[in-house]
């Protein structure tokens, strides 16, 4: 259970992170489909258990990559968030907001 893991203002936060990165995943294209939603939703949460139980990341931190990571999970491949060189903007964010609203 991840409520152990975070205090409880950060498990709004981490929630919040999970929807999103879940509704980000479906621009690729996937069907959006009952079954489809709650695999990539238990996915998101099972990267958040492990991220912060095994691998003692800051909930920042989590919540800066689980984008990436899980969309890393979804297309095979391994995630290094080292070696990405990523990093989150106000126009990046905007960007994917806008991206799930067709604001475009």
């Not at 294209?29 to 489809?36: D, I, L, V």
């Not at 931190?61 to 060189?85: F, Q």
Request: with cysteine.
């Amino acid at each position: 259970m991840v409520r152990g893991l975070v205090s409880s203002a950060d498990f709004g936060r981490i929630v919040l992170a999970v929807v999103a990165s879940v509704e980000l995943s479906f621009l690729d294209g996937a069907r959006t489909t009952r079954s489809e939603i709650r695999r990539r939703t238990d996915m998101a949460w099972d990267l958040v258990k492990r991220l912060r139980g095994d691998l003692k990341w800051s909930v920042a931190k989590i919540l800066d990559h689980l984008t990436a990571y899980l969309r890393c999970e979804l297309d095979g491949i391994p995630y290094n968030p080292e070696s990405t060189g990523t990093v989150w903007t106000p126009d990046t964010l905007a960007d994917n907001a806008a991206a799930l609203t067709g604001a475009r």
